[in-house]
């Protein structure tokens, strides 16, 4: 479990790293993610070391929650006073995400479709 953890922690290192070294505006654990992601798919056979250590972290992913939760107590008031502000940025955020996803998605259904044959008299 240790060698895998330690693996995680060192990709979230290096997508860390590359993030401020590039001074790329993407969040450096995604990066790490991406690149683990990328070497999972050249060496299938690290999959079965890191899966049982990825798993037990999922399995108690809420607890990683509670920080956030104390942060919203700790500063309620704030939210309150930019609430209108922070329910549009929520509402708006949503619809272009959700739009987005429609038009990549009938994009790729265009790219996937077989052709279809036209039928002419």
Request: net charge positive.
């Amino acid at each position: 479990m240790i060698p895998a953890l330690a693996t995680l922690l060192v990709f979230q290192l290096i997508g860390e790293a590359l993030v401020r070294s590039l001074a790329v505006p993407v969040p450096g654990p995604v990066v790490g993610m991406a690149l683990l992601l990328v070497t999972l798919v050249l060496r299938p056979a690290w999959l079965g070391a890191i899966k049982p250590t990825a798993q037990t972290l999922l399995q108690h992913l809420s607890l990683l929650f509670v920080p956030a939760g104390v942060g919203v107590m700790l500063h309620l008031q704030r939210l309150g006073d930019e609430a209108l502000a922070i329910g549009v940025a929520l509402v708006l955020s949503t619809l272009v995400g959700l739009g987005s996803a429609a038009l990549t998605m009938a994009w790729l259904m265009k790219r996937v479709a077989p052709p279809t044959e036209q039928n002419t008299p």
